[in-house]
Antibody, heavy 120, light 111 residues
Framework: QVQLQESGPGLVKPSQTLSLTCTVSGGSLNSGSYYWSWIRQPAGKGLEWIGRIYTSGSTNYNPSLKSRVTISIDTSKNEFSLKLSSVTAADTAVYYC????????????WGQGTLVTVSS | QSVLTQPPSASGTPGQRVTISCSGRSSNIGRNTVNWYQQLPGTAPKLLIYSNNHRPSGVPDRFSGSKSGTSASLAISGLQSEDEADYYCAAWDDSLNGHVVFGGGTKLTVL
């Protein structure tokens, strides 16, 4: 069974760049059937899809975040990463990484989530 | 404002059957499959239904999904107290180079 674990700073200053890494175990990022995704959830609110990456490096992003988001992948370390630039308090949320089966597919395994707070 | 529309709340008594609706448009539900997630308080979301009506291993058959046109539904029969959670629908949207869209979530209360 695939396991995912988010890591990164829990506090980021406004206007700076949020950086998170998701380490995958029990499976390979080179699996041809899978995409690797980031999803976030502000406190008390719903889920917001941020974007995803395929093993080839091909990405899809949420149109509302596209100008600020970069997702990258390092198959040698079996991890993928999220960078969100120019953050504001509105970016404060629990950030989840997840495996995504197939091109229009479902998120079958999720990390436990990590809270990132944007504050000076 | 979420792209997929769900009722913010639903409720039922133990043993009852409840349904949660999810409304979208042709670019998402109309052309792609719908997935449902259950989020228990303080935990990460869990895949509940995939590809409209399939249950992952370990999900009780009390949970079922359906899709028609640009709408989908999640049904829970034999409601149990442990079903109290937030439920989200999601689908791929073909517009704007493609992206996933979620519903706003439905909080299910077991009375």
């Amino acid at each position: 069974q695939v396991q995912l674990q988010e890591s990164g700073p829990g506090l980021v200053k406004p206007s700076q760049t949020l950086s998170l890494t998701c380490t995958v175990s029990g499976g390979s990022l080179n699996s041809g059937s899978y995409y690797w995704s980031w999803i976030r959830q502000p406190a008390g609110k719903g889920l917001e899809w941020i974007g995803r990456i395929y093993t080839s490096g091909s990405t899809n992003y949420n149109p509302s975040l596209k100008s600020r988001v970069t997702i990258s992948i390092d198959t040698s370390k079996n991890e993928f990463s999220l960078k969100l630039s120019s953050v504001t308090a509105a970016d404060t949320a629990v950030y989840y990484c997840a495996s995504t089966y197939d091109s229009s597919g479902y998120h079958d395994f999720w990390g436990q989530g990590t809270l990132v707070t944007v504050s000076s | 404002q979420s792209v997929l529309t769900q009722p913010p709340s639903a409720s039922g008594t133990p043993g009852q059957r409840v349904t949660i609706s999810c409304s979208g448009r042709s670019s998402n539900i109309g052309r792609n499959t719908v997935n449902w997630y259950q989020q228990l308080p303080g935990t990460a979301p869990k895949l509940l239904i995939y590809s409209n009506n399939h249950r992952p291993s370990g999900v009780p058959d009390r949970f079922s999904g359906s899709k028609s046109g640009t709408s989908a539904s999640l049904a829970i029969s034999g409601l149990q107290s442990e079903d109290e959670a937030d439920y989200y629908c999601a689908a791929w949207d073909d517009s704007l180079n493609g992206h996933v869209v979620f519903g706003g979530g439905t909080k299910l209360t077991v009375l």
